[in-house]
């Protein structure tokens, strides 16, 4: 069964950048579009940015700008770059994987403190 697996989630401060990464096991060219969503506490999860099979992007208006969503077909990697962090986007970050399923990973914390 497939797998995908976060990483790079942390302590950063107001203002900083992290990369977090989604690994999959098998090919990611599987999957017809891959996504980073995130769910902060006592919210719903949302979508904050999604790349297709095809490699086209998009973003939820809050984050445009700031993120960027990327992939390595050859490593079997996502990733999600994220520059000027805010304390509201203190949440866990999930990648998910789409073909005719949805696949999450667990998560990896993001908290966005001083």
């Known amino acids: 069964q497939v797998q995908l697996v976060e990483s790079g989630g942390g302590l950063v401060q107001p203002g900083g950048s992290l990369r977090l990464s989604c690994a999959v096991s098998?090919?990611?060219?599987?999957?017809?579009?891959m996504a980073w969503y995130r769910q902060a506490p006592g919210k719903e999860r949302v979508l904050v940015a999604r790349?297709?099979?095809?490699?086209?992007?998009n973003y939820a208006d809050s984050v445009k700008g700031r993120f960027t969503i990327s992939r390595d077909n050859a490593k079997n990697t996502v990733y999600l770059q994220m520059n000027s962090l805010k304390p509201e986007e203190t949440a866990l970050y999930y990648c998910?994987?789409?073909?005719?399923?949805?696949?999450w990973g667990k998560g990896t914390l993001v908290t966005v403190s001083s």
């Open positions: 998910n994987g789409n073909d005719a399923m949805d696949y």
């Open positions: 098998g090919s990611i060219m599987r999957f017809n579009a």
């Open positions: 790349i297709t099979w095809y490699g086209n992007t």
